[in-house]
């Protein structure tokens, strides 16, 4: 996993963060964005720590369906949206 600096507990904005975990039993992707994320201790941690975040969007995708890795945002396809409604 991928981190940003950190001074004071804020994290650095500068950097992207995401992470992309596969299920492969569900078909479905699951992006962890840590852009908007205002906290961390990632960088203080020792052995047997508890890991703490603040912030993050979290994306559960399904199989076929599209995220704009520049804009760190999912594509939604307009036509199964009105189908849905």
Known sequence: M???PVKDGK???AEA???IVIDRFSSSVIIVDG???THTNLND???GDRLEL???T???LPAGAR???KKQRPIVDRRKRRQAA
């Open 2 to 4: 991928r981190h940003r």
């Open 11 to 13: 994290v650095a904005a």
């Open 17 to 19: 963060f995401i992470e």
């Open 35 to 37: 852009g908007p994320m």
């Open 45 to 47: 941690l020792q052995h």
């Open 54 to 56: 603040h912030d993050l």
């Open 58 to 60: 979290l994306h559960v």
């Open 67 to 69: 995220f704009d890795l």
